[in-house]
């Protein structure tokens, strides 16, 4: 939000799960504890930032859950928020397009499919199509990957496979857009800068990842590349 950026929740190495919050600033390159999370400690929760305020909901703190908590950092507070249109999950992505929050996908004990748009004017989830193709392709997933370059949005990884899935809010419809050649992965982190995407760390299996890759939505992926 702003200049600063935020990283609470999650778990420790004793399987604690957390609820502390850290604003980062890097003009001063420092870190500063802030108000605790105000829901419940949890792992896997879902997060953006919009009109200035951060949103953090879903997750597990030992049970699936769909509440939503904001953080206005001029008044370093936590205020509860209108909970997620959808079922209760942990490991679901966001990404934002013109001031309109995207969440979708995650797990509750089996991967899911349905996506909701979040308005910030009105306060409101409104559920979109799902995250559907024609081909039959598996689109289910959790633990993805979700960042927005201009006026589109991008999935992919998670236990859902490898195809990058680019959504259209105009037509509200998802698109094959090739594939991440970083492999098969969960729990990677996703981020978008200057017009091109960036995935990095996460696991599969036992195998733990520190590579960076990045996306450029205007180069054609070139599929007989070996």
Same mark, same amino acid.
């Given at each position: 939000?702003?200049?600063?950026?935020?990283?609470?929740?999650?778990?420790?190495?004793?399987?604690?799960?957390?609820?502390?919050? =850290?604003?980062?600033?890097?003009?001063?390159?420092? =870190?500063?504890?802030?108000?605790?999370?105000?829901?419940?400690?949890?792992?896997?929760?879902?997060?953006?930032?919009?009109?200035?305020?951060?949103?953090?909901g879903t997750g597990y703190d030992g049970n699936y859950l769909k509440d939503f908590w904001t953080y206005n950092p001029?008044?370093?507070?936590?205020?509860?928020?209108?909970?997620?249109?959808?079922?209760?999950?942990?490991?679901?992505v966001?990404?934002?397009?013109?001031?309109?929050?995207?969440?979708?996908?995650?797990?509750?004990?089996?991967?899911l499919t349905d996506w909701w748009a979040y308005d910030p004017a009105q306060d409101? =989830?409104?559920?979109?199509?799902?995250?559907?193709?024609?081909?039959?392709?598996?689109?289910?997933?959790?633990?993805?990957?979700?960042?927005?370059?201009g006026s589109r949005g991008y999935i992919t990884s998670g236990d859902g496979g490898t195809t990058v899935w680019q959504y259209n809010p105009d037509t509200d419809s998802w698109a094959d857009y090739g594939v991440f050649e970083g492999g098969a992965r969960s729990y990677a982190l996703g981020f978008a800068i200057n017009g091109k995407g960036y995935i990095t760390t996460g696991s599969s299996g036992t195998t733990s990842f520190d590579d960076l890759w990045e996306f450029d939505p205007a180069v054609e992926q070139d599929t007989d590349a070996n």
């Open positions: 939000m702003g200049t600063k950026g935020y990283v609470g929740t999650g778990v420790d190495a004793n399987s604690t799960l957390l609820k502390d919050f =850290w604003e980062f600033d890097p003009t001063a390159n420092t =870190w500063n504890r802030i108000a605790d999370f105000g829901g419940t400690a949890r792992r896997n929760a879902v997060s953006f930032s919009i009109n200035n305020k951060g949103f953090v001029a008044e370093g507070t936590w205020e509860k928020a209108v909970s997620f249109g959808g079922g209760k999950r942990l490991g679901a966001s990404f934002i397009i013109d001031n309109i929050a995207y969440v979708g996908t995650g797990t509750n004990g089996s991967s409101l =989830w409104i559920e979109k199509d799902e995250f559907d193709t024609d081909n039959g392709e598996n689109v289910a997933r959790s633990y993805g990957v979700g960042f927005a370059i």
